[in-house]
């Protein structure tokens, strides 16, 4: 099990993976984002636009448009890479709450 610090260093690791200003699949992109981690019982929460991933919290708020539920060692192997956002969705070890389009959309960004 990864600790509370190195979850929210894999939260600044997976943003800086996401696509960057300039990168067109991030386009238009505005949305409210968290991230459950299921065995520590914390939520991260942020802003997503434009490719970019800040205004990172721990604070309670309304539900994010896009919603990640998943394991603390789940979320370090997304963030260094050697965990695939789409083969952990349909595996079940990650679960993605979101609309079609974003699912799409941010599968195409990690």
């Given at each position: 099990m990864a600790s509370p610090e190195e979850c929210k260093a894999a939260i600044a690791q997976l943003a800086a993976r996401l696509a960057g200003p300039?990168?067109?699949r991030a386009d238009g992109l505005d949305r409210s984002v968290s991230a459950e981690v299921t065995d520590l019982g914390v939520v991260f929460r942020g802003h997503l636009h434009d490719g970019v991933l800040d205004e990172i919290t721990t604070?309670?708020?309304?539900?994010?448009?896009?919603r990640?539920?998943?394991?603390?060692?789940?979320?370090v192997?997304?963030?260094?890479g050697e965990l695939?956002?789409?083969?952990?969705?349909?595996?079940?070890?990650v679960k993605l709450?979101?609309?079609?389009?974003?699912?799409?959309?941010?599968?195409?960004?990690?």
């Open positions: 300039g990168d067109r604070d309670e708020g309304p539900p994010a448009q896009i990640l539920i998943l394991s603390s060692n789940d979320l192997l997304l963030a260094v695939s956002l789409g083969s952990a969705w349909l595996s079940g070890r709450q979101a609309s079609l389009a974003d699912m799409l959309r941010l599968r195409t960004m990690i």
